[in-house]
T-cell receptor, first 117, second 114 residues
Framework: GAGVSQSPSNKVTEKGKDVELRCDPI?????LYWYRQSLGQGLEFLIY????????KSGLPSDRFSAERTGGSVSTLTIQRTQQEDSAVYLC???????????????FGPGTRLTVT | GENVEQHPSTLSVQEGDSAVIKCTYS??????FPWYKQELGKRPQLIID?????GEKKDQRIAVTLNKTAKHFSLHITETQPEDSAVYFC?????????????FGSGTQLTVLP
């Protein structure tokens, strides 16, 4: 079946502009995650959605970052007033997130490479 | 919350040699430990995982061992090949209220020299 998809694959924007990044999770996956990965760095957790529960926003680096998930499926990560330090690859992942260990497995999308000039 | 530490950050081995990457975790309730491989420019993908009811799991040249008492787990790659060159991430589940998620280690850049 189809995996996690993200769009756009690349985004170049000017400093100060707003950007929206989109993630389509695997159908039936109730959990959705956003991560940021700077060049040569690890996976920085940003936000986590699980079903209809309130999202875990503990990883968002500033109030310029926000995300929503409509209808329990597609998610949009919005970065307002972009700064050069926002340049990174933004990865989305989804999982079943049930009670058994295997449901923790996260399937990653291809990422959106954001460049702020 | 969970704290996952991963070592080493970089590792170079000769083709055919073995590679070992180690991770420690802090939450004794954690019960699932996956390893992800990320090739250059690609997305992370699960390569092997282990649950807390076993101490070792093997899949061809890859194995993972778990020591629950010491709260550490390791990835072992034998007979390394150039295509094993990638960044490897360990992870452990963490709980945020009723939410479950994975906390990732900082990654290990493995280079297999021909």
């Amino acid at each position: 079946g189809a995996g996690v998809s993200q769009s756009p694959s690349n985004k170049v924007t000017e400093k100060g502009k707003d950007v929206e990044l989109r993630c389509d999770p695997i159908s039936g996956h109730t959990a959705l995650y956003w991560y940021r990965q700077s060049l040569g760095q690890g996976l920085e957790f940003l936000i986590y959605f699980q079903g209809n529960s309130a999202p875990d926003k503990s990883g968002l680096p500033s109030d310029r970052f926000s995300a929503e998930r409509t209808g329990g499926s597609v998610s949009t990560l919005t970065i307002q007033r972009t700064q050069q330090e926002d340049s990174a690859v933004y990865l989305c992942a989804s999982s079943l997130a049930g009670t058994s260990g295997s449901s923790y497995e996260q399937y990653f999308g291809p990422g959106t490479r954001l460049t702020v000039t | 919350g969970e704290n996952v530490e991963q070592h080493p950050s970089t590792l170079s081995v000769q083709e055919g040699d073995s590679a070992v990457i180690k991770c420690t975790y802090s939450d004794s309730a954690s019960n699932y430990f996956p390893w992800y491989k990320q090739e250059l420019g690609k997305r992370p993908q699960l390569i092997i995982d282990i649950r807390s009811n076993v101490g070792e799991k093997k899949d061809q040249r890859i194995a993972v061992t778990l020591n629950k008492t010491a709260k550490h787990f390791s990835l072992h790659i034998t007979e390394t090949q150039p295509e094993d060159s990638a960044v490897y991430f360990c992870a452990a589940p963490s709980y945020s209220g009723s939410a479950r998620q994975l906390t990732f280690g900082s990654g290990t850049q493995l280079t297999v020299l021909p």
